[in-house]
């Protein structure tokens, strides 16, 4: 009888363990950090790519006025299997590529950036 009990007990247990550890996992995915009502196009080099899920990022070396270079940190985007679902693969954003990148700023660190597009030289966009 002692057997029948321990059982329910465990996964009762078990059950409340995974309750309160899977709420991080699902607040990951909320884009509220980032400001969508910003679009800003940044005209550059790739630096650095990171084209794999679950998301994507890079970082684009830019060409001030002044003669000066700027980075741009793309430090989330879309994730890679939806860009290669869309017809973007990693060859042809690879670094020293020059693209333009759409991005939305952080709310906390306006130098921070989602990558909400990318528009190579030929014209074409995705997203």
């Known amino acids: 009888m002692r057997k029948a009990w321990c059982l329910p ?6 059950l409340t363990i995974l309750a309160m550890t899977s709420a991080p996992v699902l ?3 909320s884009f509220a950090i ?5 679009e800003i196009p940044f005209e550059g080099v ?4 990171n ?6 990022a890079m ?12 980075t741009i940190n793309f430090v989330e985007g879309a994730p890679a ?7 973007l693969r990693p060859a042809m954003i690879a670094p020293g590529t020059k693209i333009t990148a759409i991005g939305s700023p952080l709310r906390e660190d306006p130098g921070i950036y989602f990558l909400r597009r990318v528009r190579l030289e030929d ?4 997203q």
């Open 9 to 14: 007990s465990f996964a009762l247990g078990l």
């Open 27 to 29: 607040g990951h995915h």
């Open 34 to 38: 980032y400001d969508f009502s910003q």
């Open 46 to 49: 790739v630096e650095t790519l």
């Open 51 to 56: 084209f794999k899920n679950p998301h994507v």
């Open 59 to 70: 970082t684009l070396t830019r060409t001030l006025e002044n003669g000066e270079t700027e």
């Open 81 to 87: 299997n939806m860009l290669v679902r869309n017809g």
């Open 123 to 126: 014209g074409r966009e995705f």
